[in-house]
């Protein structure tokens, strides 16, 4: 597939079945200043779709660098309140947003990680309107990536720079469903079959989940009463969306006050520009008790001691091992992708979509559920070959979930 055809399906992707713009919405695009082609062409798409105003703010790594070099910790987490308002903008005026993902995975490896994990912590608070909206489902949002050179030669180290681009481009238009002619149909397929598993999911009136594999997972995960497995399409204000571009997951919230034991990583997060490698984490009553990391542990305490709600679970992810990333056989270094790889979970806040009637809940409603509330969601994978995972319902039965790494029949 050549680039041309690669930005104009990859913009038909996000902007028709992403955040599936409609008659004089308005849009904000986030994106990296290596992506200017797609960006562009998803541009063009939304004016072609209706959209009233099309608003475009990009990221530069190696501006980032300078500012985390330069900038003291006060200055990173005292931003003037502009540098937040314009997306809170577009969340109060229920607007779509569409994020572009080209970056390099180590872009901010010689940082300072305390600096780092500061200025995000500043930015949840700051930005704290738009993830309200967001993570409720209440405005339309969709992530989608595109081929940055760097990042294709940390994936493909035996390739010289152009072979490991052409290559990441064609890993991303295969995952992302738009390696042919009608990208929307293809999702429309896709989102149906996730539509079918998620709903066995919420009908299995699950009491709690026990993890288990050879690497060392040995996980219970209680299930909240009234809880909501969702994945693939969602509904915003009537209109249906896909957020995250691929997706192979099936997700719920879990009762944050009910996880025991112990789950590793099987396989490195990249966070911020770092790269957290042997993750462990040890959970009682649902707290994370015990933690450590091969590398950048520094930058996994950040995350842990966010705040009260980063020492818990906020999703519960099911991917089976056969998924279409998983066999690929590669590490992407992105979460975005090597999540619909893996079973995971994410350590801090859960969608309120995954309960019941969880939109239209208060915080302590919602915190009244086992629903838990964070600055953070950071998704880590636990999903190996020979994972399985038994399901306790609420009547006393014992299902079986997960055998050998992937759905049994009955979850198909």
């Known amino acids: 597939m050549s680039m041309k055809k690669l930005n104009k399906n990859l913009a038909k992707a996000v902007v028709c079945t992403g955040v599936n713009v409609q008659e004089g919405e308005e849009v904000y695009v986030v994106s990296s200043v290596h992506a200017l082609e797609l960006t562009h062409e998803v541009v063009k798409q939304c004016y072609e779709r209706g959209a009233k105003r099309v608003v475009v703010r990009y990221r530069d790594d190696e501006l980032s660098k300078l500012d985390f070099k330069h900038q003291s910790i006060e200055t990173l987490t005292n931003k003037p309140t502009f540098m937040y308002e314009e997306r809170n903008y577009f969340a109060d005026v229920d607007g779509c947003v569409i994020n572009i993902i080209c970056e390099d995975p180590n872009a901010l490896e010689a940082a300072d990680a305390e600096k780092i994990t500061a200025s995000r912590r500043a930015d949840t608070v700051g930005l704290s309107r738009y993830y309200d909206k967001s993570m409720s489902h209440k405005i339309k949002w969709s992530i989608i990536a595109y081929p940055h050179r760097d990042w294709a030669k940390l994936m493909f180290p035996d390739l010289d720079e152009k072979e490991a681009y052409k290559k990441l481009g064609k890993y991303i238009a295969k995952t992302t469903r738009v390696d042919n002619d009608d990208p929307v149909e293809a999702w429309k397929k896709h989102s149906a079959e996730l539509k079918t598993r998620r709903e066995k999911l919420t009908a299995a009136n699950v009491k709690r989940f026990h993890y288990k594999n050879s690497l060392g997972t040995d996980l219970y995960v209680g299930m909240p009463d009234d809880y909501v497995f969702g994945g693939g399409v969602d509904t915003c204000n009537g209109v249906t969306f896909n957020a995250n571009m691929p997706t192979e997951e099936v997700f719920s919230a879990p009762d944050c006050n009910n996880i025991d034991g112990v789950v590793k990583a099987s396989m490195p997060l990249c966070y911020n520009g770092k790269i957290i490698e042997g993750l462990t984490l040890e959970f009682k009553k649902g707290k994370i008790v015990d933690y450590s990391a091969e590398t950048n542990v520094d930058v996994l305490k950040g995350i842990i001691e966010t705040d009260e709600g980063s020492r818990s679970l906020g999703e519960i992810a099911l991917v089976p091992y056969d998924s279409p990333i998983s066999k690929l056989h590669t590490l992407f270094y992105e979460t975005l992708f090597d999540e619909n790889a893996s079973c995971h979970f994410a350590i801090g806040r859960a969608y309120p979509t995954c309960v019941k009637g969880g939109p239209d809940m208060s915080k302590d409603e919602l915190k009244a559920k086992g629903i838990n509330d964070s600055g953070v969601h950071v998704d880590f994978m636990v999903g190996t070959k020979d ?26």
Do not use: P, R, S
């Open 387 to 412: 994972l399985e995972i038994t399901a306790e319902t609420k009547d006393g039965k014992t299902l079986e979930v997960f055998k050998h790494g992937n759905f049994t029949k009955d979850f198909e």
